[in-house]
Antibody, heavy 120, light 110 residues
Framework: QVQLQESGPGLVKPSQTLSLTCTVS??????????WSWIRQPAGKGLEWIGR???????KYNPSLRSRVTITVDTSMSQFSLKLSSVAAADTAVYFC????????????WGQGILVTVSS | QSALTQPASVSGSPGQSITISCTGT?????????VSWYQQNPGKAPKLMIS???NRPSGVSDRFSGSKSGNTASLTISGLQAEDEADYYC??????????FGGGTRLTVL
């Protein structure tokens, strides 16, 4: 059974960089048959796709966040990571990592989510 | 890219059927059969309910069905049950190889 688990600081100061990691278990992140995505959800609001990475390191980002987002993959640790720079209060949200089968375009497995609050 | 448009709320009585719409553009919903639907309960991660417009993953009740016409996709839940009360989100792949979500619909079972 595939499992994804987000980890990282729950509190980030304004203007700093948010850093999160998603650890994948029960499947190999290197099989090359999946995209690995980050999605966020502010409290009481809808879902927003942030970006995705392939095992090769190829990335694609939401145009509205592209200038601030970097997603990387560490296949040796079966992890992929999100960095969001210059954060503000509007970046306060629950951040989810999720898997996308590469020949399909849906999110089949999700992490439980991690709340990140941007506050001084 | 703009969020897909969903009604903020829908409601129905047990046993009834409800439909949630999801409207996009030719660059997302209308351009691809890559519309998916997710159910989200409070404090939980979204759960895939429908993939590729109308495919139901293993384990999802056949009371859930999906369809698409033009730039609008729809999720129908028949034989409404109390356990169906949740938030529902649509998602579509886009012409610029990204994903976009709908704003979400709160389903209330009366």
């Amino acid at each position: 059974q595939v499992q994804l688990q987000e980890s990282g600081p729950g509190l980030v100061k304004p203007s700093q960089t948010l850093s999160l990691t998603c650890t994948v278990s029960g499947d190999s992140i290197t099989t090359g048959t999946y995209y690995w995505s980050w999605i966020r959800q502010p409290a009481g609001k809808g879902l927003e796709w942030i970006g995705r990475i392939y095992s090769s390191g190829s990335t694609k980002y939401n145009p509205s966040l592209r200038s601030r987002v970097t997603i990387t993959v560490d296949t040796s640790m079966s992890q992929f990571s999100l960095k969001l720079s210059s954060v503000a209060a509007a970046d306060t949200a629950v951040y989810f990592c999720a898997r996308v089968p590469s020949f399909d375009r849906f999110f089949d497995y999700w992490g439980q989510g991690i709340l990140v609050t941007v506050s001084s | 890219q703009s969020a897909l448009t969903q009604p903020a709320s829908v409601s129905g009585s047990p046993g009834q059927s409800i439909t949630i719409s999801c409207t996009g553009t030719n660059s997302d919903v209308g351009g691809y059969d890559f519309v998916s639907w997710y159910q989200q309960n409070p404090g939980k991660a979204p759960k895939l309910m429908i993939s590729e417009v109308s495919n139901r993953p293993s384990g999802v009740s056949d009371r859930f069905s999906g369809s698409k016409s033009g730039n609008t996709a729809s999720l129908t839940i028949s034989g409404l049950q109390a356990e169906d009360e949740a938030d529902y989100y649509c998602s579509s792949y886009t012409s610029i190889s990204t994903w976009v979500f709908g704003g979400g619909t709160r389903l209330t079972v009366l």
